[in-house]
C-alpha cells in the first residue's frame, strides 16, 4: 500500500494532505492509497478523510492527543510495517520534517526529502527537489522495499473526492511512552485564513516602502478580499513581518488560485515557493523586476498609489 499520515487541524483534513493523496495517486505503482489518521477525538477527520483514499485507518488515542514526535513516529512505523507500505508520504511541515527521519529508522528506510514530484517504478521511487537555492531541481531516486518522502507542501493540486468512500479500519496501537511532555501552549489568534489554506493570497516585498505601508496596504487589501497575507525574505528579515508569513525557498511553497505581489521584485527564491500559482498578479513599478516574467497581469506603478484604488474598489 501507499500509505499517507494525515495531517489535520481544527477537526479537517489540511490542504496539504490532499496534496498528498494527489501526489500518491498519480506516482504510479501498486497497492491502495490509504490515510492514516492520528490522534484523539478523530471521528470527524477519518469521515472526511474517507472521501479520498480507498481505505483509512484511524489511531485514535488519549497518547496521541498532543503531538510528539516520539509517538508519531512509532505509530507511523508500526503500520508501515504491518501493512507492508511500499511508500510512506508524510507532509514536509516542521512537524512532518521531525519524525519522517525517526520513521525511515525504525524501517530502516531511505529516505527522501521536500519532493515536488514523485514516481514508483516497481521497487524505485524518484523525486525532484529543489537545491543550490532553488536554481536547480535535483532527482533522487531510491531503491528499497519500503522508502520513506516529505512532500514539499504546495507543490501539488489538491486530490479531488473519490467515487467511492474509502472502508474505515481502527488500528491497535503500541506506542512508547513520551519523554518530554508540554507543559504550555500560546496560540497566536488570526481571523485570516491559513497561507498554505488560502485560495487567495496577498504578498508584500520591499518595494510597498515600510512597515507601516504594509500593514495598510499589504493587509488592508488581504482582509478586504478574504485573502491570506505573505512576506518576501527581505521583508521577514528587516523585521516587518514574523517568519511564518515568509514565502519562498526558504519559507512556504504555496499555490493558491490567485496570487497578489505588491512590489515584490521576484527573486528566484521567491518564484520557487509560489511559481505554480494559477494566476499571478504583480504591480511593481520597476518594469524589469523578474516577476512579471511568471505575472498573467501586471502593473507598473507605485503600489502605495494603486493598491488604495484596489481597496476602494473592493469596497463597492
Same mark, same amino acid.
Given at each position: 500500500m /501507499?500509505?499517507?499520515?494525515?495531517e489535520?487541524?481544527g477537526?479537517?483534513?489540511?490542504k496539504?494532505?490532499?496534496?498528498?493523496?494527489?501526489?500518491a495517486?498519480?506516482?504510479?505503482?501498486?497497492g491502495p492509497?490509504?490515510l492514516l489518521?492520528l @490522534?484523539?477525538?478523530?471521528?470527524?477527520v477519518?469521515?472526511e478523510?474517507?472521501?479520498y483514499?480507498?481505505q483509512?485507518?484511524?489511531g485514535?488515542?488519549?497518547a496521541l492527543a498532543v503531538?510528539?514526535?516520539?509517538?508519531w513516529?512509532a505509530a507511523?512505523?508500526? #503500520?508501515?510495517?504491518?501493512g507492508?507500505a511500499?511508500?510512506v508520504?508524510?507532509?514536509?511541515s516542521?512537524?512532518?520534517r521531525?519524525?519522517a527521519?525517526?520513521?525511515?529508522?525504525?524501517?530502516d &528506510?531511505?529516505?527522501l526529502e521536500?519532493?515536488?514530484?514523485?514516481?514508483v517504478n516497481?521497487d524505485?521511487?524518484?523525486a525532484?527537489r529543489y537545491?543550490y537555492?532553488a536554481?536547480v531541481?535535483?532527482t533522487?531516486?531510491?531503491?528499497a522495499?519500503t522508502?520513506i518522502?516529505?512532500v514539499?507542501?504546495?507543490?501539488f493540486a489538491?486530490a479531488?473526492?473519490v467515487?467511492?468512500a474509502?472502508?474505515?479500519y481502527?488500528v491497535e496501537?503500541e506506542l512508547? &511512552? &513520551?519523554r518530554?511532555q508540554?507543559t @504550555?501552549?500560546?496560540?497566536?489568534k488570526?481571523s485570516r485564513?491559513?497561507?498554505?489554506e488560502?485560495?487567495?493570497i496577498v504578498?508584500g516585498g520591499?518595494?510597498v516602502?515600510?512597515p507601516d505601508n504594509?500593514?495598510?496596504?499589504?493587509? @488592508?487589501?488581504?482582509?478586504? #478580499? @478574504?485573502?491570506g497575507?505573505?512576506?518576501t525574505?527581505?521583508?521577514v528579515?528587516a523585521?516587518?513581518?514574523p517568519y &511564518?508569513?515568509?514565502?519562498?525557498?526558504t519559507?512556504k511553497t504555496v499555490q493558491p488560485?490567485?496570487?497578489?505581489?505588491l512590489g515584490?521584485?521576484?527573486?528566484?527564491?521567491?518564484?520557487?515557493g509560489?511559481? /505554480?500559482? /494559477?494566476? #499571478?498578479?504583480?504591480?511593481?513599478k520597476?518594469a524589469?523586476?523578474?516577476i512579471?516574467?511568471?505575472?498573467?497581469?501586471?502593473?507598473?506603478?507605485d503600489v502605495?498609489q494603486?493598491?488604495?484604488?484596489?481597496i476602494?474598489?473592493? /469596497?463597492?
Amino acid at each position: 500500500m /501507499k500509505l499517507i499520515v494525515a495531517e489535520h487541524a481544527g477537526g479537517k483534513l489540511t490542504k496539504a494532505t490532499l496534496e498528498m493523496v494527489a501526489a500518491a495517486q498519480n506516482a504510479g505503482g501498486e497497492g491502495p492509497v490509504t490515510l492514516l489518521v492520528l @490522534g484523539q477525538n478523530v471521528a470527524a477527520v477519518a469521515t472526511e478523510a474517507a472521501q479520498y483514499a480507498e481505505q483509512v485507518l484511524v489511531g485514535d488515542s488519549a497518547a496521541l492527543a498532543v503531538y510528539n514526535p516520539e509517538v508519531w513516529a512509532a505509530a507511523a512505523a508500526q #503500520i508501515a510495517q504491518e501493512g507492508e507500505a511500499s511508500l510512506v508520504l508524510i507532509g514536509g511541515s516542521r512537524s512532518g520534517r521531525e519524525y519522517a527521519p525517526r520513521v525511515a529508522v525504525k524501517l530502516d &528506510a531511505p529516505y527522501l526529502e521536500d519532493a515536488t514530484s514523485l514516481s514508483v517504478n516497481g521497487d524505485t521511487v524518484q523525486a525532484q527537489r529543489y537545491t543550490y537555492l532553488a536554481r536547480v531541481t535535483e532527482t533522487v531516486e531510491a531503491s528499497a522495499p519500503t522508502v520513506i518522502v516529505t512532500v514539499k507542501p504546495g507543490s501539488f493540486a489538491p486530490a479531488a473526492p473519490v467515487a467511492a468512500a474509502g472502508e474505515q479500519y481502527d488500528v491497535e496501537l503500541e506506542l512508547p &511512552a &513520551a519523554r518530554t511532555q508540554i507543559t @504550555g501552549r500560546s496560540v497566536e489568534k488570526t481571523s485570516r485564513v491559513a497561507l498554505t489554506e488560502a485560495d487567495v493570497i496577498v504578498t508584500g516585498g520591499r518595494g510597498v516602502g515600510s512597515p507601516d505601508n504594509f500593514a495598510t496596504y499589504v493587509e @488592508g487589501l488581504a482582509d478586504r #478580499i @478574504g485573502a491570506g497575507v505573505g512576506a518576501t525574505r527581505a521583508v521577514v528579515d528587516a523585521g516587518w513581518r514574523p517568519y &511564518a508569513e515568509q514565502v519562498g525557498q526558504t519559507g512556504k511553497t504555496v499555490q493558491p488560485k490567485a496570487y497578489i505581489a505588491l512590489g515584490v521584485s521576484g527573486a528566484v527564491q521567491h518564484l520557487s515557493g509560489m511559481g /505554480k500559482s /494559477k494566476f #499571478i498578479v504583480a504591480i511593481n513599478k520597476d518594469a524589469e523586476a523578474p516577476i512579471f516574467k511568471v505575472a498573467d497581469y501586471g502593473i507598473v506603478g507605485d503600489v502605495n498609489q494603486i493598491v488604495p484604488a484596489l481597496i476602494e474598489a473592493a /469596497k463597492k
